[in-house]
């Protein structure tokens, strides 16, 4: 489809069959375009989208099919559903969301840069594990990105920061309002920074807390906001 309209991708895979799979040369499959102002959505177990152009000024989704399965993001390990650094370098859209708030699977996350063209970035599983740091900074183009963005990470469950891992921005690029949300089932959870952990805002929102969003904030107790350019717990 074109313009406005939705483009969504189920892929349910089996017998060892990868659930969307585009593997063409570089170039031959786009997804959406310059024009296309619609939602695209992967919804799928397993995926292969190298070299695939991926375009709009809506929301691109990547979601599993099975809720229990895991997803790992950026290299993140023990994924099933992995959305590596390389497909996300093809997404030119504003706003990213990887999971489902109906997932039950772990999301683990390596080190990801921030591309130039994306401004909000979702990250949600049954619970998060932040195992690399998340840069917005310069991309794989060489082009910075300088617009203010927002970090939001949701988990059923507890959200972990594993030691020495930094979520940041620089006064060279734009604020990056962090949210981290734990406890989305109701179920309990918590929020873990490790060892040399951090968050590095540059004067947007860092806020902590559980429960429900409401304008993009946690609702439920011991929720911290701030909009200093650090916070760290040990």
């Known amino acids: 489809t074109t313009g406005s309209g939705t483009i969504t991708f189920t892929g349910v895979g089996g017998n060892g069959n990868t659930g969307i799979d585009s593997t063409?040369?570089?170039?031959?499959?786009?997804?959406?375009?310059?024009?296309?102002?619609?939602?695209?959505?992967?919804?799928a177990d397993t995926l292969s989208l190298p070299r695939t152009p991926i375009q709009t000024t809506g929301t691109v989704t990547f979601a599993p099919y099975?809720?229990?399965?895991?997803?790992?993001?950026?290299?993140?390990?023990?994924?099933?559903?992995n959305i590596t650094q390389a497909i996300m370098d093809e997404v030119n859209a504003p706003t990213v969301t990887v999971g489902a708030t109906t997932d039950t699977g772990a999301l683990t996350t390596g080190a990801f840069n921030w591309e130039h063209t994306l401004t909000n970035l979702n990250l949600i599983g049954g619970s998060v594990t932040i195992g690399g740091n998340i840069t917005k900074g310069i991309d794989d183009?060489?082009?910075?990105?300088?617009?203010?963005?927002?970090l939001t990470v949701q988990s059923n469950t507890d959200i972990t920061v594993n030691a020495n891992e930094a979520i940041s921005s620089s006064s060279a690029?734009?604020?990056?309002?962090?949210?981290?949300?734990?406890?989305?089932?109701?179920?309990?959870?918590?929020?873990?920074?490790?060892?040399?952990?951090?968050?590095?805002?540059?004067?947007?929102?860092?806020?902590?807390?559980?429960?429900?969003?409401?304008?993009?904030?946690?609702?439920?107790a011991a929720v911290g906001i701030s909009t200093s350019t650090r916070s760290e717990e040990h």
């Open 24 to 43: 063409a040369a570089a170039g031959i499959n786009q997804i959406g375009g310059a024009s296309d102002t619609g939602n695209i959505t992967f919804n």
């Open 66 to 81: 099975t809720a229990s399965t895991p997803i790992g993001f950026s290299g993140g390990t023990g994924g099933t559903l």
């Open 173 to 220: 690029y734009g604020q990056l309002t962090t949210v981290l949300d734990s406890d989305t089932g109701g179920a309990g959870g918590a929020i873990v920074m490790n060892t040399g952990s951090s968050i590095t805002s540059n004067g947007g929102t860092i806020a902590l807390g559980g429960g429900a969003l409401s304008g993009g904030l946690p609702t439920g």
């Open 141 to 150: 183009s060489a082009v910075a990105n300088t617009t203010n963005g927002t």
